[in-house]
């Protein structure tokens, strides 16, 4: 990919980049590495051309196979979310769908591992991550469901597709003083949790509603 294609023409100028984070800040994002990272990153790789002059709305877009990449405010939450205590060094992505939160994770976290069930997102992912130089990135392509566990524990897990309740293997690979950020609900409609594994045990808190696609079993070619 040429210069031109990582910075973008018309709609997707440094300007139009910059209102996006302004929206982030109006709607409570308060982590300016995050919003950095974000301002940063070029959104427009992540889906096809002929939406490329919407990545820079606030809003979900389609990624083909019926899945979507999570809205720019969404993404800067969960990071938000995830990284509030501290750096967080191996953190488990399930749901790698176009890449978008896997690059902003990788600009922000040692390691990233990241788990999706259907190979054709997969492989434009890996393709786009490649693009963007990211080279603290593993990929898997499998039932996120179980998590990853030959390479847990992870300090941080952050899940892109919501089950109807959290699955034990997540909760499991999570290590002592680990955070865990997931939608969790059926029917389109699912309330984001983050989860704390600590000395005494584990927490759960309720942090807004939001709208995921489902974390689904298997995975497909
Ligand atoms: N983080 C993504 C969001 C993609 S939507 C992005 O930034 O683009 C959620 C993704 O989760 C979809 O690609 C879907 O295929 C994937 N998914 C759903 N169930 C899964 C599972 N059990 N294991 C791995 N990935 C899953």
Do not use: C
């Not at 979507?68 to 995830?82: D, G, K």
């Not at 992912?125 to 179980?146: I, Y």
Request: net charge neutral; proline share 5%; charged share 25%.
């Amino acid at each position: 990919m040429s210069d031109v294609d990582l910075r973008g023409i018309g709609m997707t100028s440094q300007r139009t980049r910059d209102r996006l984070i302004q929206r982030l800040r109006d709607e409570g994002i308060e982590n300016a590495a995050v919003l950095d990272v974000i301002r940063n990153i070029p959104r427009h790789i992540f889906v096809d051309e002929a939406l490329s002059h919407r990545a820079y709305e606030d809003t979900a877009l389609p990624i083909g196979q019926g899945q979507t990449l999570s809205q720019p405010y969404i993404v800067a939450r969960m990071t938000e979310l995830l990284l509030a205590e501290g750096p967080r060094h191996r953190v488990l992505e399930i749901g790698t769908g176009s890449g978008y939160q896997t690059a902003v994770l990788a600009q922000m976290v040692d390691q990233v591992f990241s788990v999706e069930r259907i190979r054709p997102l997969q492989d434009k992912a890996r393709q786009r991550l490649r693009t963007l130089k990211l080279q603290n990135v593993q990929l898997k392509h499998a039932d996120g469901g179980m998590g990853w566990p030959e390479q847990g524990p992870f300090d941080g897990i952050l899940v892109t597709a919501a089950p109807e309740s959290i699955p034990a293997e997540l909760i499991e690979q999570l290590s002592i003083g680990g955070r865990l950020v997931i939608p969790v609900g059926g029917g389109g409609q699912q309330q984001l949790k983050l989860i704390q594994k600590t000395e005494e045990g584990i927490s759960s808190e309720t942090i807004e509603a939001v709208r995921f696609v489902p974390l689904l079993a298997g995975a497909i070619r």
